[in-house]
């Protein structure tokens, strides 16, 4: 990964950030709104693991280890969340 | 000619010691994020409600600025990795300078709660809220001073193309703090 491409990831994540600002800002909420920031969560969280934290190249075993981390913690907010509001 | 198969074998970032220690700690954020949700469901409305008296635009302030710190840690490796101290320094600098901007947002924020009269025993949204945010306060803290350590050693040319496992050491840890706030920052001043 070069510079230029760090530089992508980095705007994308500023613009994801915006994005789950913005939506709380504007006022909404229930479980759509938690599932777009787990999704927007997840996807941020994916890119710092495979390119800031370069575990993209990485053997695979060790990348799998803090993408599984990252979408257990998820998937079980997102459980809690939708049983219980 | 074939590639030279260096650039092909597959290895991990920096020190293996550091990604035993990085395993540790995103198994206690992991707990601590899913006992806030167990303890949120039976207390939502309370939750919710205390929700709204934090201050999300410093909380957005402050994503912005670990993921900026971040990717300035990035640079700081690319630039070691093409055998560019002086560059990595000053990234290394910039990461640094941008992590402070965190922990000054972050005192203030405990700060202005307090002033509030906001404390760990005043509900159970705010002892999630307040040794949350703190400890991984304590962590970013912690970060600082590897970075600083990494820098110092950079600035006196103790990294080279062939020998700067330290810094990617010192960048996972930062990335670890990173990847944590953002699953931090929304769960608790945004999700509801």
Redesign the interface.
């Given at each position: 990964m070069g510079t230029i491409h760090a530089t992508k990831i980095w705007l994308i994540l500023i613009a994801l950030t915006f994005l789950s600002y913005g939506l709380s800002q504007a006022g909404y909420e229930g479980q759509t709104f938690v599932a777009v920031l787990v999704l927007t969560s997840f996807f941020k969280g994916q890119m710092i693991i495979d390119h800031f934290m370069m575990l993209k190249t990485s053997p695979l075993i060790w990348r799998l280890i803090v993408l599984f981390w990252l979408m257990i913690v998820l998937v079980l907010i997102t459980m809690l969340y939708f049983s219980f509001g | 000619m074939s590639p030279n198969p260096q650039y092909h074998v597959?290895?991990?970032?920096g020190d293996f010691a550091i990604?035993m220690f990085?395993?540790a700690e995103?198994?206690v954020f992991?707990v601590l994020?899913?006992t806030y949700?167990?303890v949120?469901?039976?207390h939502?409305e309370l939750f919710n409600e205390s929700q709204l008296i934090l201050a999300?635009e410093l909380g957005?302030l402050n994503?912005?600025v670990l993921?900026?710190s971040?990717?300035f840690?990035?640079?700081a490796?690319?630039a070691i990795q093409r055998n560019d101290s002086k560059r990595c320094v000053f990234w290394l600098n910039a990461g640094i300078i941008t992590g402070f901007i965190f922990v000054l947002t972050k005192s203030y924020e405990f700060y202005e709660k307090t002033a509030q009269g906001i404390s760990l025993s005043t509900n159970s949204f705010y002892t999630f809220y307040l040794s949350m945010t703190f400890f991984h306060y304590m962590h970013v803290i912690l970060g600082l001073i590897i970075l600083i350590a990494v820098m110092l050693k950079a600035k006196r040319g103790g990294y080279s193309l062939e020998d700067h496992v330290g810094v990617?050491t010192g960048a996972?840890y930062w990335?670890?703090v990173?990847?944590v706030w953002?699953?931090l920052f929304?769960?608790v001043?945004?999700?509801?």
């Amino acid at each position: 990964m070069g510079t230029i491409h760090a530089t992508k990831i980095w705007l994308i994540l500023i613009a994801l950030t915006f994005l789950s600002y913005g939506l709380s800002q504007a006022g909404y909420e229930g479980q759509t709104f938690v599932a777009v920031l787990v999704l927007t969560s997840f996807f941020k969280g994916q890119m710092i693991i495979d390119h800031f934290m370069m575990l993209k190249t990485s053997p695979l075993i060790w990348r799998l280890i803090v993408l599984f981390w990252l979408m257990i913690v998820l998937v079980l907010i997102t459980m809690l969340y939708f049983s219980f509001g | 000619m074939s590639p030279n198969p260096q650039y092909h074998v597959k290895v991990l970032p920096g020190d293996f010691a550091i990604w035993m220690f990085i395993f540790a700690e995103l198994l206690v954020f992991g707990v601590l994020f899913i006992t806030y949700a167990v303890v949120r469901s039976n207390h939502v409305e309370l939750f919710n409600e205390s929700q709204l008296i934090l201050a999300k635009e410093l909380g957005l302030l402050n994503t912005l600025v670990l993921i900026t710190s971040s990717y300035f840690v990035v640079l700081a490796v690319y630039a070691i990795q093409r055998n560019d101290s002086k560059r990595c320094v000053f990234w290394l600098n910039a990461g640094i300078i941008t992590g402070f901007i965190f922990v000054l947002t972050k005192s203030y924020e405990f700060y202005e709660k307090t002033a509030q009269g906001i404390s760990l025993s005043t509900n159970s949204f705010y002892t999630f809220y307040l040794s949350m945010t703190f400890f991984h306060y304590m962590h970013v803290i912690l970060g600082l001073i590897i970075l600083i350590a990494v820098m110092l050693k950079a600035k006196r040319g103790g990294y080279s193309l062939e020998d700067h496992v330290g810094v990617e050491t010192g960048a996972s840890y930062w990335h670890m703090v990173d990847l944590v706030w953002i699953v931090l920052f929304p769960l608790v001043y945004l999700i509801r």
